[in-house]
Structure formats: structure tokens, C-alpha cells
């Protein structure tokens, strides 16, 4: 096999890199879209028979009942290596424990006037967990999809999941669902999966947000069902940029570069270094390392066809490179390593220093390895607690707070021209000023009589025009 030779980009002192040299693939493709909305139109109309139907498509297998029976789940606990089960529960252990530090309480504060405001916390009612099957176990996307919705209170968590050609489930999936305490689990995968949690089958409840990774016709359904139902995000080829000196070691940056490349053809890897020694090195290791890997074949692909070396003049370069390339996971391989955590704008997940290896914030690590992909880290998060609960505004005023507040909220109204608005608070304002005491004795004629000043009591000074140059077309 012939060794991957990774792209490289390099820049001058004081030279941006630019998303152009990233070489990202963007948007899903048009074809998949298009597909995708038609499997999620046809199960909306047809239930569980467009499921089934799709089920055997695309699966080649589909059960009786999608819903895998209690017992199977628990019996799965026992059908593995108890050396992996206890893997497991540290997982669970850790997770939980990082998640729990996430949790936001409800909040409220008085004002003087007695006006009470705040936050109140809520848990979703329900979630829908999309778990990777057919060829992939990933028993712990179960647990980073579950045990922070878990903590958030979630009242009911289902978990979907398609099954093999055999009609068989990964009792690695099971036992996972298990000890994360999903509540239900459905042998259904694909676009027509994310379609049955956002508008429910006569089989599979709808559900109030849907997360997890799934490939590209999932990440497609999950767009367009996106608003009539929540989802986590939109997750793109798994990435990795590692940030490094002269004082890392080559052959760990390779093994690193690896864990990211043999998930996926389509997966992306960075290497970022002022050093050009160093990124020699890690080339010449690659070329050592990747024909002993077992899976040689898509490693190479990854790394001839998405990854990159990118040569800066300085440290300062390097860092400004790395938050362009805003990655899902970044290392950092460098002296001062935790000095430059600062430095760092846009990554999903830091990974400081020598020995914080990435796969160990895949599995056990505690953060959640369920990250923001190609470049979105620059304007999203890791999921959390917080995206499995609702934030409700609470607003509650005194008299004496509507009193103090009514006139600027009058104002304004009239200069945006809402007169009911205006009429809304003053209505108020006149009722507890004293001009309706005898409110109860009135006729509703009399208290709806003239109330135009009621709500605009004085005409606003009309505003001046701000002078701006524009061209203006003649014929409008």
C-alpha cells in the first residue's frame, strides 16, 4: 500500500489561513437532501408501514415489533465481557460526574417594588437518541447522548438504533442502553428513524428533540424535520487539529492524526507546527504506522485526501491558523501547552498536553465527545445538560413595579407605532392611578370610551433623519 502523503499549506509571518485551503466538503449533497425529505415525507403520511418499508431497503432486515423488549436489554448485560461492562459503568461514572456541574437551577430576584423576576428550568419531556448500527457499535454515543439528559431530568429517553443484515442487535449497544437507564429501545435506524421521533408512528412515540450522529441521510432527515422538532446538531466527518512544537513526539502526533482518520474516509486531520522538522517527522512516522493499522485502507484515504500539515512562521501564526480551522477536536502538543489554552477561541474539545490523549475524551474522560464538526466550533457547543432542558422568562410585577415601568414602556410602544401595545399598560396605569375607582359600577361602553391618550397620552417630537449617501433608484 502506498504511504499518504498528507497536503501541506504554508504560511508567511503574519499570513491567515483561509477556509479555501481547508479544502472542506460544506454542505450535504443536494441528492442526499432530496432523498432524505421524501423518506421523511412518506413515513409523516404512512407510519410504520413507510418504516418498515424503508427498513428493508435499506437494512435488509426489519422486526416484527420495532420495540426491543425489556428483557433483551437487561439480558444483554450478561452477553458480554464483564471486563468490558465494568468499562461501562466508569464511563457512566465519570460522565455523570462531569454533567452533574453542568446543572443550572431555576433563579429569581425582587426588586424593591415588589416585582419579582427570573428563570425557570425545565426539564424536556421527552428525547430521541439515534445510536449508529448495521456494520458500527458505538455503545458509548449511547452513553454521551443519554447520561446528560439524564442529569437535565428528562422524563423519558428512547433509543433507536438500526439493526445488522442478521436481523440482530449489538448487545455492546444494549448493555450500554442499559446502564445508562434508556427507557425504550426501537430496531429502526436511518432517515425514516429520525422521522418516526419527530412525528411518531403507531409503534414509535414522537419525541421532543432528537440528538445524536448517524451518516449523511440522518444528518439530512434531522434538517429537515429541525423545527418542527429539536435537535442536537448537524454533525459533519469527524475531525481532529493537533497544535505542536519541536518538543512533541512525532510518533504519538502520527498515532493521534490515526485515531481520527480510521473512523471515516471523509474524516479531516490537522497538524499545525511552526516546526517544519517536526512535521517531517510525523510524516515519516505516518509512513512507518499506518500499514499496521487493521483499518490501513481508510486511514490512508483519510489522510492522502483530507488532511493537512500547515507551516507557520511562529507560534503566534500557529494559534491564529488553529482557531481558523475552528476543529471538533484539538491537541495540544506543545511546552506550554496549558498557557495556550487562552489563546484558543473556537475548538469543541481542548486536549492539553502530552498525555491527554483525544480517545480518552471519547470514552471515559467525563466532557461529552458529542462535539460541533467542520469549522462550526466557531459558533457552537458541546452537547450538554443544557440541551436537554427549556429556559422560561418569569415576569411578575407589583403595582407599585408596573407603575414605575409603564410610562417608558408607553413610549416606546408609540414610537414603534403599536398603539395597543401603549393601550395595554395604560389601561393599567389609568385603573391604578385612580381614575377608575369606581371601575366595578362602570359600564364597559364607559371604560372603553376615548382611550386613545389613554395608551399615547402626548405626541412623540418626530424623529430627525440620520443623512447617509445612497444611490436611489428614480423608477420606484
Not at 439528559?149 to 448493555?175: E, N
Not at 515519516?284 to 483530507?306: G, K
Not at 496549558?338 to 477561541?345: E, F, K, N
Not at 389609568?430 to 376615548?450: H, V, Y
Request: proline share 7%; charged share 15%; with cysteine.
Amino acid at each position: 500500500m502506498k504511504p499518504p502523503t498528507m497536503r501541506q499549506v504554508t504560511l508567511q509571518a503574519g499570513q491567515q489561513l483561509t477556509k479555501a485551503q481547508l479544502h472542506r466538503s460544506g454542505a450535504l449533497p443536494a441528492s442526499v437532501v432530496e432523498a432524505a425529505e421524501k423518506i421523511v415525507a412518506q413515513v409523516r403520511e404512512d407510519g410504520d408501514a413507510a418504516v418498515r418499508r424503508f427498513c428493508l431497503k435499506f437494512d435488509g432486515a426489519c422486526p416484527k415489533q420495532f420495540r426491543v423488549p425489556q428483557s433483551v436489554i437487561q439480558e444483554s448485560l450478561d452477553l458480554v465481557d464483564p471486563a468490558f461492562l465494568e468499562a461501562l459503568h466508569k464511563a457512566h461514572r465519570q460522565l455523570t460526574g462531569f454533567h452533574q456541574r453542568e446543572v443550572v437551577q431555576s433563579w429569581f430576584s425582587t426588586r424593591p417594588d415588589g416585582t419579582l423576576l427570573g428563570v425557570k428550568i425545565s426539564p424536556l419531556a421527552s428525547v430521541g437518541v439515534y445510536v449508529p448500527g448495521g456494520r458500527a457499535q458505538y455503545p458509548s454515543t449511547v452513553l454521551m447522548n443519554v447520561v446528560p439528559a439524564k442529569v437535565a431530568g428528562v422524563d423519558h429517553v428512547v433509543m433507536v438504533t438500526p439493526p445488522q443484515r442478521d436481523g440482530s442487535l449489538s448487545a455492546y449497544t444494549l448493555a450500554a442502553a442499559a446502564v445508562a437507564g434508556v427507557d425504550e429501545v426501537y430496531a429502526v435506524g436511518g432517515a425514516q428513524a429520525i422521522a418516526a421521533l419527530a412525528y411518531g408512528t403507531q409503534e414509535i412515540p414522537a419525541v421532543s428533540k432528537i440528538t445524536g450522529p448517524g451518516n449523511a441521510y440522518v444528518a439530512a432527515a434531522k434538517r429537515c424535520v429541525s423545527g418542527d422538532v429539536g435537535i442536537d446538531m448537524i454533525a459533519g466527518p469527524s475531525e481532529v487539529c493537533v497544535l505542536a512544537d519541536e518538543s512533541a513526539n512525532p510518533a504519538i502526533v502520527a498515532a493521534d492524526l490515526m485515531a481520527q482518520a480510521e473512523h471515516d474516509p471523509l474524516a479531516a486531520c490537522y497538524l499545525v507546527t511552526w516546526s517544519a522538522s517536526l512535521a517531517q517527522q510525523v510524516q515519516q512516522a505516518l509512513d512507518l504506522l499506518v500499514p499496521q493499522s487493521p483499518r490501513a485502507e481508510v486511514t490512508a484515504a483519510s489522510l492522502a485526501d483530507q488532511g493537512l500539515i500547515v507551516l507557520t512562521a511562529n507560534k503566534e501564526d500557529a494559534v491564529a491558523a488553529t482557531n481558523a480551522v475552528a476543529p471538533e477536536h484539538l491537541e495540544l502538543h506543545c511546552a506550554d501547552a496549558l498557557h495556550l489554552v487562552g489563546s484558543i477561541r473556537n475548538a469543541g474539545a481542548i486536549f492539553v498536553g502530552p498525555w491527554s490523549s483525544e480517545p480518552l475524551g471519547d470514552y471515559v474522560a467525563g466532557p461529552n465527545h458529542t462535539l460541533p464538526t467542520g469549522g462550526t466550533a466557531a459558533f457552537s457547543n458541546p452537547l450538554s445538560v443544557d440541551d436537554f432542558v427549556t429556559r422560561s422568562s418569569v415576569i411578575c410585577y407589583s403595582p407599585e413595579g408596573m407603575l414605575a415601568d409603564a410610562q417608558a414602556t408607553q413610549t416606546l410602544a408609540q414610537g414603534e407605532g403599536l398603539w395597543a401595545h401603549a393601550l395595554s399598560v395604560g389601561m393599567r396605569r389609568r385603573e391604578l392611578e385612580g381614575a377608575e375607582k369606581d371601575a366595578p359600577s362602570l359600564s364597559l361602553d364607559s371604560i372603553c370610551a376615548n382611550v386613545f391618550t389613554v395608551a399615547w397620552p402626548e405626541p412623540l417630537q418626530e424623529p430627525g433623519r440620520p443623512a447617509l449617501d445612497f444611490d436611489l433608484d428614480a423608477t420606484l
